[in-house]
């Protein structure tokens, strides 16, 4: 299969639709990530070169760019996560006759599972760098478009929040207690941080505040 940062939209749902096992809601999460921050970005740019916003030009500028960096490495994890997954569903196909092809299998499984949730937990950190943009955007940008900076908002929650539910599920087989303790500690506040985050953007426009409450 080709990378599926490469696929087209239809292309995408379609094996995401399949009952191929992955892509998964690790990699839709990334492309939400991806797709809230392009949302962002695109409010920056709409932003630039605008008499009316002229003050604020030189923040926009910076903004865009963080927006871009932050829009490949989402991208990139797209393809990522179904990778990672893959590494488990390889390990569980591993011979298991003898004592020594089980312990090679388990070891192989457990590698395969901390890496399918160490990057769906880079996926949250890096989506929630979104959420200062989106604000900022909503705040300072083009008020054309607000309601873009808004699901920018809004995408980014979902990106950290269904990245980290990937987390989670793959914690619960994972028999290193220290490895699934630091995790569990990283996914609570990222949770935290990200509620709060798109509430207050949500609710400092008056398009949004309802859903804030």
């Not at 639709?17 to 991806?34: E, M, N, Q, W, Y």
């Not at 927006?67 to 569903?89: C, G, H, P, W």
């Not at 990057?119 to 083009?142: D, M, Q, R, S, Y």
């Amino acid at each position: 299969m080709a990378n599926l940062k490469d696929l087209t939209v239809e292309q995408f749902i379609d094996v995401t639709a399949s009952d191929a096992p992955a892509p998964g809601g690790g990699s839709v999460a990334a492309l939400a990530g991806g797709l809230g921050v392009a949302l962002a970005e695109m409010v920056a740019n709409l932003t630039i070169g605008k008499a009316k916003y002229a003050e604020v030009e030189g923040e926009m500028k910076e903004l865009a760019a963080a927006a871009a960096e932050i829009r490949v490495e989402l991208t990139a994890a797209i393809q990522k996560d179904t990778e990672s997954f893959n590494m488990y569903m390889d390990a569980l196909k591993l011979p298991k006759e003898t004592d020594e092809e089980k312990a090679v299998r388990r070891e192989a499984m457990q590698n395969g599972l901390k890496e399918a949730a160490k990057v769906p937990l880079a996926v949250a950190e890096t989506a929630v760098k979104i959420f200062p943009l989106a604000g900022a955007v909503v705040a300072k940008g083009n008020k054309n478009a607000e309601t873009d900076g808004l699901v920018a908002a809004m995408m980014a929650r979902t990106a950290v929040l269904g990245a980290l539910l990937n987390v989670k599920i793959n914690l619960g087989s994972i028999k290193d207690e220290a490895f699934v303790a630091e995790m569990a500690a990283k996914v609570a506040a990222l949770e935290e941080q990200a509620i709060a985050c798109e509430k207050e953007i949500l609710a400092g426009s008056e398009l949004s505040e309802s859903f804030a409450k």
